[in-house]
């Protein structure tokens, strides 16, 4: 009785070349998972990076600034690496540029 069931369960002649499938059908879902990966999370990452490097290139004196540390401040100068921030009269910080969170509207009150 059981032989006959090992039997009905042993594969056939040609059940090897059905079930192994190619390539590109064992693939496919990684390749899938990357593309959603890419599309949800990288790409949206990098164009926020270019956008903050952009930003920092772009600094000047006289602009308004907010650090990564919730300070509010004034660019007083700008070196290759470093930034000078007037946090209040006669009070300077020196930072690193990447420091730098956003820049604050012109019109934006103290």
């Known amino acids: 009785m059981f032989s006959d069931i090992a039997w009905a369960m042993a594969p056939g002649g040609d059940a090897g070349a ?3 499938g190619s390539m590109l059908q064992s693939f496919l879902p990684l390749i899938l998972i990357f593309v959603i990966f890419y599309f ?4 949206p990452q990098q164009k926020k990076a270019k ?3 952009q930003m920092l290139e772009n600094l000047k004196k006289g602009d308004k600034v907010i650090t990564s540390g919730g300070i509010y401040a004034v660019v007083e100068a700008v070196g290759t690496n470093t930034i000078t ?3 209040a009269e006669n ?3 020196k930072l690193g540029k990447g420091y730098i969170a956003a820049v604050r509207p012109a019109s934006e009150e103290d």
């Open 18 to 20: 059905q079930g192994g």
């Open 40 to 43: 949800l999370l990288i790409r």
């Open 85 to 87: 921030l007037k946090v």
């Open 51 to 53: 956008e903050h490097r």
């Open 91 to 93: 009070v300077k910080v």
